[in-house]
């Protein structure tokens, strides 16, 4: 069970990464040998804030990251990011298992070692022919109990990704991309110190205004 907290965890940061890899500067290859870096302007204004009855005249961030923070995936809508929505609900249904899952083995760990302590040899609990001693109970209700916690606060991280995501996606469209950085990669040849040469590759960057 620690191995699939592990990986829930890990496809957690999966799943932020897929999310959050717009939000960073867009890498076109244009050529054979060169890249372009684009970076969005940030010397955009920012919209002045609105009260929070005047829904439509938010900025479409605010709202994204609010019609997520109601439904799950419904800001990603609201950015035509219809893409994500199965992702969303995909991790969210996943989670939801583990912790119905998880919550369900720590009630039967927790009622079996109430009832093998009790003092009363005329009642048996549900894992008498499995484990003989009760400590075994009370370490199986303590774990349960700890992956239970766990998969709680990976669900809300995961809701927590789906709402920031929804409003950096449409924060960041609105920017004005422009071909300011480019990156340029070319084939080389290096001359050694016992006149050789060695291939190489040769970098360049080009700032433009």
């Not at 204004?45 to 709202?63: A, I, L, M, R």
């Not at 009790?118 to 001693?133: F, I, W």
């Not at 050694?192 to 433009?208: D, H, I, W, Y």
């Given at each position: 069970?620690?191995?699939?907290?592990?990986?829930?965890?890990?496809?957690?940061?999966f799943?932020?990464?897929?999310?959050?890899?717009?939000?960073?500067?867009?890498?076109?290859?244009?050529?054979?040998?060169?890249?372009?870096?684009?970076?969005?302007?940030?010397?955009?204004?920012?919209?002045?804030?609105?009260?929070?009855?005047?829904?439509?005249?938010?900025?479409?961030?605010?709202?994204?990251?609010?019609?997520?923070?109601?439904?799950?995936?419904l800001?990603?809508?609201?950015?035509?990011?219809?893409?994500?929505?199965?992702?969303?609900?995909?991790?969210?249904?996943?989670?939801?298992?583990?912790?119905?899952?998880?919550?369900?083995?720590?009630?039967?760990?927790?009622?079996?070692?109430?009832?093998r302590?009790?003092?009363?040899?005329?009642?048996?609990?549900?894992?008498?022919?499995?484990?003989?001693?009760?400590?075994?109970?009370?370490?199986?209700r303590?774990?349960?109990?700890?992956?239970?916690?766990?998969?709680?606060?990976?669900?809300?991280?995961?809701?927590?990704?789906?709402?920031?995501?929804?409003y950096?996606y449409?924060?960041?469209?609105?920017?004005?991309?422009?071909?300011?950085?480019?990156?340029?990669?070319?084939?080389?040849?290096?001359?050694?110190?016992?006149?050789?040469?060695?291939?190489?590759?040769?970098?360049?960057?080009?700032?433009?205004?």
């Open positions: 069970m620690k191995i699939i907290h592990q990986r829930l965890f890990g496809l957690l940061l799943l932020s990464s897929i999310f959050c890899i717009q939000a960073n500067g867009q890498v076109i290859t244009e050529g054979k040998d060169s890249v372009v870096v684009r970076t969005p302007d940030s010397t955009k204004t920012q919209t002045p804030k609105v009260p929070f009855y005047q829904f439509s005249k938010w900025s479409q961030p605010g709202k994204a990251a609010f019609l997520s923070a109601v439904i799950p995936g800001g990603q809508a609201y950015n035509k990011s219809y893409w994500k929505i199965p992702i969303i609900y995909a991790g969210g249904a996943a989670l939801g298992y583990f912790l119905h899952y998880n919550h369900k083995q720590y009630l039967s760990f927790r009622t079996a070692y109430r009832i302590t009790d003092g009363n040899d005329s009642t048996l609990d549900e894992y008498v022919d499995k484990y003989r001693e009760a400590a075994t109970l009370s370490r199986g303590d774990q349960y109990r700890r992956w239970r916690d766990y998969t709680f606060l990976y669900s809300l991280l995961f809701y927590g990704i789906n709402v920031s995501e929804a950096v449409a924060h960041l469209k609105d920017f004005d991309i422009s071909d300011e950085l480019t990156l340029r990669v070319q084939p080389d040849m290096l001359p050694t110190l016992n006149n050789k040469v060695v291939p190489a590759f040769t970098l360049s960057l080009n700032l433009k205004k």
